[in-house]
């Protein structure tokens, strides 16, 4: 097998596995006849480990996806393929832009690390392939955006929390208790977490006010840009493909990460993503629940940071959350 890892650091997050653990899990997965002829490490996610392996005697590549060793996961991140497959039955609405899974193994056997096989999803990276029309096009690349956020947010949950459960009765509860998850990660990172318990303080004192929100909907997580796939030789930007729906869970629509970045920079082409997903609410209510939100999004934000060593982005956040504490206060 031709086998083409990407190269990192010693210690960084992301570890490639072997060529000979790829071989191991085709001949698991496909019968040992279909050997690997190549398998190319994709660069374009910084969570799990992703290869395009082309196989003996089949016309189309599959996709492996490799997670994070156990012990190199947060609380806050714990599990989060599992937490992909259980969505799938959830997010039929997007299934003809999804790829479909072949397998997934849990079981630990061949690598110490949950794996799953996909079918191998055509097109390009957006964030490869956006920047090649002129920016006027991009509104109807974002238009598409709001209507797949708006299928997934139409999807009604039978908890609140990740898919995959821990679920919780109340969204407040939801709220609280990822707070937390978050704050313990900071703190095991030996970051500071005092500000992320102060917020959570407020869902506390605040409960009745978050538990307005009394239906859960599906939140996509991080459906954004980077995990969309884009037609390379459509006349104008168009959505052939999702991926690495991961983060997914039960609760208010305006807590998605989709929704931070689509009110991100008002006055732009994103401002096309309203077209078709519709308007928020802007009650008091609504106001003082999306800037708890943010804070948790910051949170998360720090995490991701320090973990790719962006000192001055890990204290970006502090200043934020500061400032977002001083509202709430």
Known sequence: MEFRPISRLAGAFQETVTADDLTAICARVFGL?????TATELGTGQYNTTYRVQLDGHADPVVVRVAPEPGKQFRSEWQLMRNEYASLPWLAPLAPLMPSVIAADWSHELIGRDYLVQTF???????DHLSNYPRPAWAGFFQQLGEIARAVHGIRGPHFGP????GAPTWSTALVAGFDDIAADVEAAGLDAADLRKVSAVVVARRSVFDEVEQARMLAGDLWTVN??????????????????DRTWWGDPAADWTIRMASAKPGTERDAFWDSYG???RSIAAQLRARV????????????RHRLGNIEGVESTYRDLEALLADLS
């Open 228 to 245: 969309v796939m884009l037609d390379r030789d459509a006349p104008v930007p168009t959505i052939t493909g999702v991926l690495d729906l």
């Open 163 to 166: 898919v995959n459960g821990p």
């Open 293 to 304: 939100y943010e804070a948790r999004h910051l949170g998360a934000v720090r995490l991701e």
């Open 279 to 281: 308007s928020l609410d």
């Open 33 to 37: 006849k279909s050997r690997p002829l």
């Open 121 to 127: 999803l055509p097109g390009v990276p957006a964030p």
